[in-house]
């Protein structure tokens, strides 16, 4: 991700208002500069950087999950495990989203003021530059046939407005038992970095995501 590691890792996700939806804007236009967002946790004269005043936070989408047992809260509590500060909420693009969140502000200096990036998020928080779709196997074989979905997401994702626009694929491809749906798959992973234009990254398993995710 963008900047500089948390540095308040060791935080729990109860410390972060959980919101119920997190928008992304729909052109890069709508994000806010920094100049814009200074005064909200900054007094006016400060002229240092900015990312120290905020933890760097990954959001996981509340409807994301491991298994069907392990969900969305055990991605968020193995992610903090490793260091990085988490919290679930509904994404409206994406599975995993860097969002800072704004400290205790400096003595002399307003609260957070009105939500600065995008529509629904909370009180001054940053979308980052980074968003990740992951798919395990299983259901990226699933969204390949459905090719109106399929098409529809990586549009989706690749408009979202932000430069890191990252499409995950977990599990052991060269394991799959069908060779017919193994070259399928891997024909559509070479299409979505030359034909769609997005970062693609090849985990073997979630526990490498998570480190994809930590790093």
């Known amino acids: 991700h963008s900047g500089e590691?948390?540095?308040a890792a060791t935080a729990t996700?109860?410390?972060?208002?959980?919101?119920?939806?997190v928008a992304l804007p729909d052109e890069p236009d709508d994000l806010l500069p920094e100049q814009a967002v200074r005064g909200s946790v900054l007094p006016p004269a400060w002229?240092?950087?900015m990312l120290p005043h905020y933890d760097v936070c990954v959001l996981v989408d509340s409807r994301e999950k491991i298994s069907h047992r392990e969900r969305?809260?055990?991605l968020r509590s193995k992610l903090e495990a490793l260091g990085v500060k988490a919290g679930t909420a509904t994404l409206a693009v994406g599975d995993f989203l860097a969002v800072a969140v704004p400290r205790a502000p400096p003595t002399?200096?307003?609260?957070?003021?009105?939500p600065v990036a995008g529509e629904g998020a909370?009180?001054?928080?940053?979308?980052l530059d980074t968003i990740v779709e992951r798919k395990q196997l299983c259901d990226?074989?699933?969204?390949v046939r459905d090719k109106r979905h399929y098409h529809s997401q990586k549009v989706r994702l690749g408009r979202c407005g932000l430069p890191r626009t990252v499409y995950l694929v977990e599990g052991p491809l060269e394991r799959w038992p069908h060779a017919?749906?193994?070259?399928?798959m891997q024909q559509e992973l070479s299409a979505i970095e030359m034909a769609d234009g997005l970062l693609l990254h090849v985990s073997r398993s979630t526990d490498d995501t998570l480190r994809f995710l930590a790093a």
């Open 122 to 127: 909370c009180d001054g928080w940053l979308v």
């Open 13 to 21: 996700s109860a410390a972060l208002p959980a919101p119920s939806v």
């Open 140 to 143: 990226f074989l699933s969204t």
């Open 72 to 74: 969305a809260a055990a």
């Open 5 to 7: 590691p948390p540095a």
């Open 108 to 114: 002399g200096a307003p609260p957070p003021a009105a």
């Open 180 to 184: 017919a749906e193994k070259q399928r």
């Open 47 to 49: 002229e240092g950087p």
